[in-house]
Each structure stands twice: as structure tokens, then as C-alpha cells.
């Protein structure tokens, strides 16, 4: 028997250093050569990294929520035969992260903290956080109604006694509302007290590093118009209806995109640019590349779709596509996440007036996307139906004069307005 | 040679296997099952049955030892005897009946039977040895249900006649008149005392501190003090030594807890100290498959999968505990998956039942094992010997009762235990009761009829609420 330290692989360009995020081994489990073992989330993407040796765990470094460097160990496995230098020094897997020096100011609640980047559908939440730690309470039938629905009881909330899970509770689950907002379709709520601590880790927390960094060191100042797109939806409805098979379904956004590259290319440029305020460089960039924030089932991403400026609108509309589903089913890679030049926010299918987005640091400007939808308008002294959008933006107030961002905005309503001008 | 190819192929015909072939089969699903003795298994064929058939044969004679001295206006006038060979026969007729209705099931059902004993050339492929030759086999799912047998000291080997397992047991020719019994677990003390009832001197010789350790003292109470009444000797901290076969007797020698080597002849020894897996001598080796961390059972997840695609482990190979229901829940669960049905194992309890005299059942949690799961608990026991039935049915007198353990703070049941004559036929309840997640107002509130020994469970959650009506 021999002892073989297992330590973290490089997982992906430039990348020195990850979070824990889940560990699906312990000590004393028998494991076999590529059997996932932990999971790493490094800045963007999460990696499952998996077993070299079969062996069984003699010691694991670190807990969930712990930051481990590229090469420090991970995992100590008893093997058969001679095992790896276990005597090596170790290095200290550093405890925290320390990725730039940034004021630590206490992180707002994570109750209260309001969805970053105002993405259109947030998670919908068990209304009482599920108590994992005990097995949920339920019936034979009913567990077994849970495993083939696919459903994990520890997620439904029993009404019965003592939190018994009923077949009702189990119909109320699946048929829940999909967005907040909605009503409790089953019963009036009882009255509840207690309160569940929820560890902000992984993901979750990098969110709220990040919003906490864009938040607290950018004074932003939001600006909002309204866009009458009547033109632009005929034009978009044309398209669609004439498109070839491998022409992507438009949407308005791959049109806003190009409306942003003419107006990056022109008099705008201030506004495509990343500003450093550690040494106070402004960097404008010449390559438009545009993250779309993007709301998944593990939280916020923004994947980016790179060089908008040198891509059709159809291409735009594919790499759209493309990059918001890698996102969304976790296939994304650290190229797709990474790299964006300004950001657009999808304040999307509900709704909403206005928002106050939050610049993703270390970009200067955010535009966030209203619905679309029919309204009143008076032209020429008469009441006619338009379709018209909101737009909301923010912008970082060092770099962007209010009377910059407001021109920009203004330009871009003028675009949209007259879409031709956009092809 | 013959060449046949299935979509299920099952090893083994105990409890596990036959109702995985069954199922498998009820689904549609073209199934074979070997057996490599008689479709029953250790559960139907050398086990359970057969010992509770002894079981039960021996309380009838302990009656009728009774009755000799008279007992409740009773009395028989000459002799009772036992003819050891007739009491055989007698458990032989129930062992063929259950074997036989296996066969037939597994015919009825559609599931090819076949005779003969199966090893494996790789993960999917078996041939079977059979009086009519080999038969190969290709299975596209294998599910694995070679059962236990019982641990053989290796100073002291079965001979089956002098030393004997628990096979060897059951089918005496003769009630010995004196035995040892090696080992005070559970298959060690049902034989003994079904032997002791029968008429036999017993002695056991355990290497705990105590027998049947696995259950707390309470629980174990009313089974030493049977023991200790009805002349059944009991040696703890004791090992083994060695046993030597002289004109048809066997000498034991043993060392005491205090290190002296003890010596005693017997009629037979039994050697009752566990079982291990059947994981030798049908190719497992071949199959590639993970072992658990003690590389004693197949390793399994919780839908029985072990880490070769499309090889399941059901059973005693499988793990503990090694209970023919459990298999049997799992044998189902697997011909299920196999069927495209999404099933995992997720019992709330797994009852466990001893039969000794008194019977001790035990299902969850003790409360003991909730308080160290960092539960916080209120419990309740009602004696026996304040249930009218259990008085009438003499099944008091061991001084049994029924204890609820159950989470103070929202009385979630979380474990039920009873001991006493006839307790096992509760077990049901108290299980039912877990996997439904009953609280004790359930039980409470469920009219138990009367007078059965079932009203003793009601008192016993009444205790637990503080407020039983026929005990203080």
C-alpha cells in the first residue's frame, strides 16, 4: 500500500485556482480510475474532475466553499503499490480567495439581494427551504410517484403532520407556479417561523462578488427611453418568414447587437471599453464582444458573443443561440464566458417598466431589454397603436458623462426606429 | 451443449432471485433463473422455514412438558415422546410445498428455470452445468442473487454429524442430549432453544460480553431471563479452542474470560457464528465487478447496480442486513428498473425479527441509535402482562412488551421494538407505521381491535403521549 496526493489539475486557461463546490467522495470510499470525485468552479465554468487512480480516500483538503490553487493537493488516496511522493511538501491550499484587492464590505443578505442583472426569470424558490438533513417524510406511494416524476422530496413541503408529503403536496409541486409572483395554487399558507441559514457558496458567491465589486466601485447613474419598434418587429417578422433553413429564428436582440456595433464604430466607442480603476487606464476595444446575461438553473451566467462587429445578423442571431444554451445546459466553456466587452441584460418576457441594471465590472455601460408590447401613442395629435420597448442603461459615471450615455441611447432609439439603417 | 440468450438472466432461486424472476417475468421481460439446488433458497430450503417449523414443534412440546405436571386443568397420564426422524419428515412436507410453489410460480409467471450451477466467463456470459449438459447463456441484464452461507471455523470444520452448521440443524436424525451451541446470535439461540424446548441440555458459548449483542439490554432482558429459567447455559467471553470427535461424542474446549481453557463433551456442537457471502466458486472473479470497502460484498448502489453496466447484486452478496425480505424488496425493485420503471431503495425501516422464545422484533430505530443520530426523544413501553390477550395466550409470562421511540418535537416515529411470545405478526404494523411516517397521534387515533396483542402497540404510543389507559 502506497499513498498517492492527488493534486488539483490545471482545469483550463489561465486559470490558477478554484472553489470547491461539491465533494462526491469521502474518506474511507473505494474509488475507481475516472470516477468523478469533486467538483472545481473555477471563475465561469464548474469542472467535474475525476479520479487517475483507482484507490481508496484516506484524506480530502478542504471543505466545500474552499479555495484550492491549480497543483496544490486535493485528495490523499491509500493505493496499491509504491503511490506518489506523499512526503512532498505541501503547499497550503490557500483558504480564501484573494483574486484583486477590493474593500471587503459586508455582503447585503442574501434574501434581500435583488436579482443581479435583472434576469427575467428568477429561480422559483421552495417557499419553506427544505431541511435536508432528515430524510422527507412520505408515504411508500408517494416516494415512489417522486422518483418517477423525478422529483426530490427534500424540495416539496408536506402539509400533513409533522411535514408529512401527501400526493396534494406532491400535485402542488409539479404544478407549481414557474415564476414568482404567482399564487400558492394548494392551500393558504400557515404560519411559519424559523429561519434557514443557506451557506452562499459556489456560484453564489462569486455573484455576489462580483455585484458586490461592480455595486460598491461603480457609480453608476441609469438612463431610460422608449423605442417605438413597430418597424423593426416588421422588419424581423419579414425576415423570419423569408429566412433558409440554416438562418436562426431572429430575435430583437441580434438587431440591438448590430445597432450597437455601428454605434461602438462611430462616436460611441468610449462606451465599448473595460476601465481598470487600479491604474486608471480606460481601454477601448476595438472587438465588440457582447455578454448576454443569461439566467440557468445553477445561477446567473453571462456567456459572450465575441466580435459582433465582424458577423451578419444572422450569424449574431446563431452565436446567440449557441452560446446561451451552452450556458444554460452547463456546456459552456471558459472562452464563452469570458472576454465580453459591454453587456446586455434580457429584462425580458415579463414585463417591467424600468430596472437599474449593474454594470459588469470591469465594463462601463449595460443595456437592459424591455418587453415589446402594443401601446397608445399620440402621432401627429392622433391616439395610434405602436409597438413600442423600454430600454434601461447604466452607465459608469468615472468614464461616461450622463450626457454620453444619453446620446448613445438616444442614437440607438433612432437605429432601431429606422432598422434599415441597422443592415 | 445448448445456446440461449435472454434479456434477464437471474443467479440464484432464494428469496432475492425468484421474486426478481418473477417480476422481470410478470413485466414482459424474457427471464431465466438458475439454481444450482432447489428454487427456494436458504430462506425457504435450510433456513428460515424449516427452523421456524422446528420452532414452532418445540413450543408444542414444551406444552406438552407442561401438561405432564398438570397445567391450566390438563394433564396427561404417560408419556410424551418425540420420534426426531417423523418431526423431519413433518418440516420436510412444509420445505417440498414452498419449493414446489417457487417452481410453479416462476413457471406460471414465464421465467425459465433451470437447474444446474452457473459460472461466468465475463460480465454477461455464464454456462450452466445441468444433468443434460451445459447450457451458455447470454444475458443483456444479470441480476446477481447468490446468497450466504454460514462461516466456518477453520479449526473446526462442519462435519454436518458432531459439528454441525445451521443446514445440519434442521435435519437431525436424533435429538442430541446435549449440545453446545458456539456463537449466541440470533441463528445460534433460535436453534438452541427450539433444541433445549425439544428436550435437549444447551449450552452456549458466546465471545461477546453478552449474547444476541446486537439489541439493547432492555430489549434482551426477557430473553436471558428465559434462558437462565429454563436451564439453558450460557458461557460469555468465551472462545472456542477446538473440538475433537471420540466415540461418537465431541469434546469442546474453550477459553474463558479469564483465560482458562474450559473443556466439556457433547452430543453435537453447533457452530453458529455468521454468514458470509456466496461470492467463491461461480466465476464472480471473471465478472469484473467492485467490491465493498471490505471486499466481503458486491458493491451496490441504491438501485442494487454494481459498477458493470447492466449487473445487478441483490441479497445477502449484496450487504447487509442479510435478510431474505430485504432481497426480496430489492429483487422487485430490480426487475422494475429493468422494466424502464425508475425505482430506487429507499425503505424507512427494514424490520428484523429474532425467534427466539420470546420473539424480539425490532424495526427503526432504538433509542439508543435515535439519541445518536442527535434525536431528541420520548419514548413509551407497555408490559405484556397488561394486554389481556398476551394474558390469555400465556405470552406475558417472558415479561415482554412493546416500546415506541418517537422525535419529541413533532412525534414522528422513529423506531418501534416488542418482545414476548407471538410478537412477530406486530411487526407488521410497527413497519407499516414507519414507511408511512405515522405520528403518534396515527396510532393514537387507529381503533385497535380487542383483545389482540395489537392493543399493546396502541398503549405503548398512548405511554408515549403520557397518557396509557391500562398501565401507570
Known amino acids: ?423 | 451443449m445448448e445456446d440461449i440468450s435472454c434479456q434477464v438472466l437471474v443467479i440464484g432461486a432464494g428469496p432475492g432471485g425468484y421474486v426478481a424472476a418473477i417480476r422481470a417475468a410478470q413485466l414482459g421481460l424474457d427471464t431465466v433463473i438458475v439454481e444450482g439446488d432447489k428454487a427456494g433458497g436458504t430462506c425457504l430450503i435450510r433456513g428460515c422455514i424449516p427452523s421456524k417449523a422446528l420452532i414452532h414443534a418445540s413450543e408444542r412440546m414444551h406444552h406438552l412438558a407442561q401438561h405432564m405436571d398438570g397445567h391450566m386443568g390438563m394433564k396427561i397420564d404417560g408419556s410424551v415422546s418425540l420420534d426426531m426422524k417423523e418431526l423431519i419428515s413433518w418440516k420436510d412436507d412444509i420445505v417440498t410445498k414452498l419449493n414446489k410453489g417457487v417452481e410453479h410460480l416462476l413457471k406460471n409467471a414465464g421465467a425459465r428455470l433451470i437447474a444446474g450451477w452457473a459460472t461466468f466467463k465475463d460480465a454477461k456470459h455464464c454456462t450452466v452445468e445441468t444433468k443434460e449438459g451445459p447450457v451458455n447463456i447470454e444475458a443483456e441484464n444479470v441480476i446477481l442473487a447468490t446468497g450466504s452461507t454460514p462461516i466456518e471455523l477453520p479449526f473446526m470444520k462442519f462435519d454436518e454429524k458432531y459439528i454441525c452448521s445451521s443446514t445440519g440443524a434442521l435435519d437431525l436424525d436424533a435429538l442430541p442430549e446435549k449440545v453446545a451451541v458456539i456463537g449466541g446470535g440470533y441463528i445460534g439461540l433460535e436453534l438452541g432453544i427450539a433444541l433445549r424446548r425439544l428436550g435437549s441440555e444447551v449450552t452456549v458459548i458466546e465471545g461477546l460480553d453478552k449474547v444476541l449483542a446486537i439489541f439493547d439490554d432492555e430489549l434482551r432482558r426477557p430473553l436471558v431471563t428465559w434462558l437462565r429459567k429454563n436451564g439453558v447455559t450460557t458461557h460469555v467471553n468465551c472462545l472456542a479452542q477446538g473440538a475433537e470427535v471420540n466415540d461418537g461424542k465431541v469434546e469442546l474446549t474453550w477459553k474463558d474470560g479469564g483465560g482458562e481453557i474450559q473443556a466439556e463433551t457433547f452430543d453435537k456442537v453447533l457452530v453458529t457464528v455468521g454468514r458470509q457471502p456466496n461470492t467463491r466458486g461461480w466465476g464472480l472473479e471473471k465478472m469484473g465487478l467492485r467490491m465493498d470497502a471490505d471486499e466481503r460484498f458486491i458493491r451496490i448502489d441504491d438501485q442494487c447496480k454494481t459498477s458493470m453496466r447492466g449487473v445487478f447484486a441483490i441479497g445477502d452478496v449484496s450487504g447487509e442486513p442479510m435478510l431474505a425480505h430485504r432481497a426480496s424488496a430489492q429483487g422487485e425493485m430490480v426487475a422494475e428498473i429493468l422494466a424502464g420503471h425508475k425505482r430506487s431503495f429507499d425503505p424507512v425501516a427494514i424490520p428484523a425479527i429474532v425467534f427466539t422464545e420470546p420473539e424480539i422484533i425490532c424495526v427503526g430505530l432504538t433509542p439508543d441509535e435515535a439519541v445518536e443520530a442527535g434525536e431528541e426523544i420520548i419514548t413509551g413501553k407497555f408490559p405484556l402482562a397488561a394486554n389481556g390477550r398476551a394474558l390469555t395466550m400465556e405470552a406475558e409470562k417472558t415479561g415482554g412488551f412493546v416500546r415506541v421511540v418517537a422525535r419529541e418535537s413533532d412525534h414522528v416515529i422513529l423506531g418501534i421494538q416488542a418482545t414476548g411470545s407471538h410478537v412477530s405478526e406486530l411487526s407488521g404494523e410497527f413497519t407499516l407505521a414507519l414507511e408511512m411516517g405515522a405520528v403518534l397521534e396515527d396510532i393514537a387515533g387507529t381503533i385497535h381491535a380487542h383483545p389482540t396483542m395489537s392493543e399493546s402497540f396502541h398503549e405503548g404510543v398512548l405511554k408515549t403521549l403520557g397518557h396509557a389507559i391500562h398501565t401507570v
Open chain 1, 1 to 423: 500500500m502506497g499513498l498517492h496526493v492527488f493534486k488539483l489539475p490545471d482545469i483550463g486557461e489561465g486559470v490558477v485556482e478554484g472553489e470547491i463546490t461539491a465533494w462526491h467522495v469521502a474518506v474511507g470510499d473505494t474509488v475507481v480510475e475516472d470516477q468523478e470525485m469533486v467538483d472545481i468552479m473555477t471563475d465561469k465554468a464548474t469542472v467535474g474532475i475525476g479520479s487517475t487512480v483507482d484507490g481508496k480516500v484516506s484524506k480530502l483538503y478542504g471543505a466545500i466553499g474552499d479555495m484550492i490553487a491549480v497543483g496544490a493537493p486535493l485528495i490523499e488516496f491509500e493505493v496499491d503499490g509504491e503511490g506518489s511522493a506523499a512526503a512532498e511538501p505541501e503547499p497550503e491550499p490557500e483558504p480564501m480567495p484573494e483574486p484583486e484587492p477590493t474593500p471587503e464590505p459586508a455582503p447585503a443578505p442574501p434574501t434581500t439581494v435583488p436579482t443581479p442583472k435583472s434576469a427575467p426569470t428568477p429561480a422559483p424558490e421552495p417557499v419553506t427551504a427544505p431541511d435536508t438533513s432528515r430524510r422527507p417524510l412520505a408515504s411508500p406511494v408517494v416516494r415512489r410517484r417522486a422518483k418517477e416524476e423525478g422529483v426530490s422530496l427534500s424540495q416539496v413541503s408536506g402539509s400533513g403532520p409533522a411535514g408529512r408529503i401527501t400526493h396534494d403536496d406532491l400535485d402542488a409541486y409539479l404544478t407549481r407556479p414557474q415564476t414568482v409572483g404567482g399564487l400558492p395554487i394548494s392551500m393558504p399558507g400557515q404560519e411559519r417561523s424559523g429561519v434557514t441559514e443557506v451557506p452562499v457558496v459556489g456560484l453564489r458567491r462569486k455573484i455576489a462578488e462580483q455585484m458586490t465589486k461592480s455595486y460598491t466601485t461603480i457609480p453608476h447613474f441609469s438612463y431610460f427611453e422608449e423605442v417605438d419598434v413597430t418597424d423593426l418587429e416588421a422588419l424581423r417578422q419579414w425576415m423570419n418568414a423569408n429566412r433558409t433553413e440554416e438562418q436562426p429564428k431572429l430575435t430583437y436582440l441580434p438587431f440591438i447587437m448590430q445597432a450597437l456595433v455601428k454605434l461602438f464604430q462611430g462616436e460611441h466607442g468610449g462606451c465599448n471599453a473595460r476601465y481598470n480603476d487600479q491604474n486608471e487606464i480606460l481601454s477601448l476595444h476595438s472587438a465588440i464582444n457582447i455578454g448576454i446575461a443569461t439566467t440557468t438553473d445553477r445561477g446567473l451566467y453571462v456567456p459572450v458573443v465575441k466580435h459582433v462587429e465582424a458577423k451578419t445578423i444572422w450569424e449574431t442571431g446563431s452565436e446567440l443561440i449557441r452560446v446561451a444554451s451552452a450556458a444554460r445546459d452547463g456546456s459552456a466553456n471558459l472562452d464563452d464566458l469570458t472576454g465580453s466587452t459591454f453587456t446586455i441584460t434580457s429584462l425580458g418576457r415579463d414585463g417591467g417598466l424600468g430596472a437599474t441594471p449593474i454594470i459588469n465590472h470591469p465594463e462601463v455601460g449595460i443595456l437592459g431589454v424591455h418587453k415589446a408590447n402594443d401601446r397608445a401613442v399620440v402621432i401627429d395629435g392622433k391616439i395610434t397603436i405602436r409597438r413600442m420597448m423600454n430600454l434601461s442603461s447604466s452607465w459608469d459615471h468615472r468614464v461616461v458623462d450622463g450626457a454620453d450615455g444619453a446620446a448613445l441611447v438616444q442614437a440607438l432609439k433612432q437605429l432601431l426606429e429606422h432598422p434599415i439603417s441597422i443592415l
